[in-house]
């Protein structure tokens, strides 16, 4: 190995810092760059396929949640004789990409992440404006981007190593390598939409296959400005094909052809069943069973005992619940307190929420608008359904008509089997409920379909222990907040109907998109 390539081994990964925004250079810098994206707003942008751009007259309008009489810009859309062009340029790229050296396509991602580093900023600004974050959120999604970038090319130069662990007869040398699947249907969501696009594309494109990327309906361009880094790195053409457009013409389309080898999704959890349903039909003409890869959301929870750290329990409840507006997977929208602290805990929670500033990401406020019209009306909905089956204790109203604000809402003495403690509503509303107990706590905190993350909040290890063993999902959390999770140090994925527990983030995810080979040759 070169020492190049040793410099690039799994083991000397490390996460992107985060910006320091108590330097005024970098408010600056990153308010000039909002200023830019400004001057950005109502651009024309095109579907890619094969590395040609292609204009339609049908396009996607994407709109500022925080600000919903502006438009973002406009993207074209595919429609199905374009989708099919796209699976078959795909299919005919993956026969010369397929065979590209694993250090070298790992190269590209490397030279798309010095690019994103470079341009952080303007990458933040457009994620302002688009999905309605403030800098902190923005600004973290970036460095998780690169974060992927980074951690999956460096898995794959270590699994291009790693058959060291085979045994061998005395008189034949055996090798288990990994090869690629094929085309694969990338389809991201709306509230990470660069960090979970680059990570569900580079995964796959990096261990060898060729790619269809539908961005989010709500959020395209910030999806379209990575696949433009992504040319300017060098990446051949058709390895990466965009191809924005409605589910409903050809998102069934092209999961179901015969030409799709896998789908990588995250979005909700219908579309996901949906999806896996889809696919596990066998087209006619196909040669394999497609491969879903998906994550679907969750009904998250931090439960305390009395034992607990209150004031830090409150801290990771807020910021668990409200960070991003709960418009995470990850979010914590229920929590669940052992009765003999329950009315001090819920009072600091309301006072902690009360202090949050609701207002427009581009002056960095701490609660932001959802997402859009539809997301505004069903929360609202949710919160109308929560004053009826709970306490309301804070918020349950609209914030400013500009856009698309809803206070933070908290509704108390919430049964477990209510539906706001049942739903995922993904909005800032936070239902908790009571337990006698913390071992009923824990029974509360698993009565759901869902199974992604939760959390945890005790002084007493013996109880920590047992929480580990029985709380049931994918991501558990002990003394801190429930989101968060960082690429190659917190794999995340879960349980039940929160997806495949695919594991983002950790080495073992890109061998999803590889097929094991073994090769055994008589010597």
Not at 95 to 117: G, N, Q
Not at 130 to 155: C, M, P, Q, T
Not at 261 to 266: A, D, N, Q
Not at 473 to 496: D, E, K, M, Q, S
Request: hydrophobic fraction near 35%; include cysteine.
């Amino acid at each position: 190995m070169t020492k190049t390539l040793q410099y690039l081994k799994l083991d000397t990964f490390k996460n992107e810092p985060n910006t320091d925004f108590s330097l005024d250079g970098e408010v600056k810098a990153l308010k000039e760059a909002i200023s830019v994206a400004r001057g950005n707003l109502g651009k024309e942008y095109p579907v890619i396929i094969g590395g040609e751009k292609i204009y339609t007259e049908d396009k996607i309008t994407s709109i500022n949640p925080g600000k919903n009489e502006e438009i973002v810009g406009t993207m074209s859309k595919i429609d199905r004789e374009m989708a099919e062009k796209a699976l078959h340029t795909a299919t005919e790229t993956f026969e010369t990409w397929k065979l590209v050296k694993p250090e070298k396509r790992a190269s590209y991602l490397f030279k798309i992440a010095d690019l994103m580093r470079e341009r952080r900023h303007e990458l933040s600004a457009i994620l302002i404006i688009e999905a309605g974050k403030n800098y902190e959120e923005a600004d973290g999604e970036v460095s998780e981007a690169i974060d992927f970038l980074d951690f999956y090319a460096r898995s794959m130069i270590q699994l291009n190593e790693d058959t060291h662990y085979l045994k061998s007869l005395p008189d034949e040398r055996n090798k288990l390598t990994y090869i690629p699947l094929g085309v694969g249907f990338i389809v991201p969501p709306w509230n990470f939409p660069l960090a979970i696009c680059v990570g569900l594309t580079a995964s796959a494109v990096v261990t060898g296959n060729t790619t269809l990327v539908k961005p989010a309906s709500l959020t395209p361009i910030i999806a379209y400005k990575f696949v433009e880094l992504a040319e300017e790195a060098g990446l051949p053409s058709g390895v990466i094909n965009f191809i924005p457009g409605d589910s409903s013409v050809m998102g069934d389309f092209i999961t179901g052809h015969p030409l799709t080898r896998f789908i990588s999704f995250t979005g909700s959890k219908d579309v996901g069943l949906h999806i896996n349903e889809l696919a596990g039909k066998t087209a006619k003409g196909q040669k394999w069973i497609k491969r879903v890869n998906a994550e679907m959301g969750g009904k998250d929870g931090i439960v305390v005992d009395e034992t607990a750290n209150l004031d830090a329990a409150a801290e990771s409840i807020v910021s668990s619940a409200f960070s991003f507006q709960g418009q995470k997977c990850s979010a914590g929208s229920r929590a669940i307190i052992v009765e003999s602290i329950y009315d001090e805990l819920v009072e600091k929670v309301v006072q902690l929420t009360k202090e949050l500033s609701i207002g427009n990401g581009e002056e960095d406020y701490s609660v932001g608008p959802v997402i859009d019209e539809k997301a505004y009306n069903s929360i609202l909905k949710y919160i109308e359904i929560g004053k009826s089956e709970a306490t309301l204790l804070l918020g349950g109203n609209s914030g400013s008509d500009e856009g698309f604000y809803i206070n933070p809402t908290i509704l108390g003495d919430a049964d477990s089997n209510s539906r706001i403690m049942q739903e995922e509503i993904f909005g800032p509303v936070l239902a908790i409920a009571k337990a006698k107990d913390w071992e009923e706590a824990i029974e509360m905190y698993n009565n759901t379909d869902y199974g992604l993350t939760g959390g945890f909040f005790s002084s007493d290890q013996a109880r920590i222990d047992q929480a580990i063993e029985r709380m049931y999902c994918g991501n558990l959390y002990v003394n801190r907040n429930c989101t968060g999770a960082l690429v190659g140090i917190h794999p995340f994925g879960g349980f039940n109907l929160s997806g495949t527990d695919s594991k983002a983030g950790s080495y073992e995810y890109i061998k999803l998109f590889s097929q094991g080979k073994l090769y055994t040759q008589k010597v």
